[in-house]
């Protein structure tokens, strides 16, 4: 069964910075795409970064919306996915998910970030 604990969320200013994290357990995370998604109540859930497999050259996708200030990145050794953000901006806050993709298609429960202006 694939765990997640997810970390770092909180209350931010406009312009700041805010590191998630997402302790994994049941899957080995090298072997998978691995994302975080982010939701907005009342609005669908929507890919913020991703990375793929080991196999699959580790490549890096970015929503548009976030290219150049957030980063996304695994640990291997301690199966951990990060999402690196900075210039936070109020558009956002969100609930921010950790995913494990194909053939899990598995989310964790997510931690809020919440954005100032």
């Known amino acids: 069964q694939v765990r997640f604990v997810e970390s770092g969320g909180g209350l931010i200013e406009s312009g700041g910075s805010l590191t998630l994290s997402c302790e994994v357990s049941g899957v080995v995370t090298r072997l998978y795409t691995m994302s975080w998604d982010r939701q907005v109540p009342g609005k669908q859930r929507e890919l913020v970064a991703s990375?793929?497999?080991?196999?699959?050259?580790?490549?890096?996708y970015y929503a548009d919306s976030v290219k150049g200030r957030f980063t996304i990145a695994r640990d291997n050794a301690e199966n951990i996915i990060y999402l690196q953000m900075t210039n936070l901006k109020p558009e956002d806050t969100a609930v921010y998910f950790c995913k494990v993709g194909f053939p899990y298609n598995t989310w964790g429960q997510g931690t809020q970030v919440t954005v100032s202006s």
């Open positions: 990375i793929s497999g080991e196999s699959s050259g580790s490549s890096l």
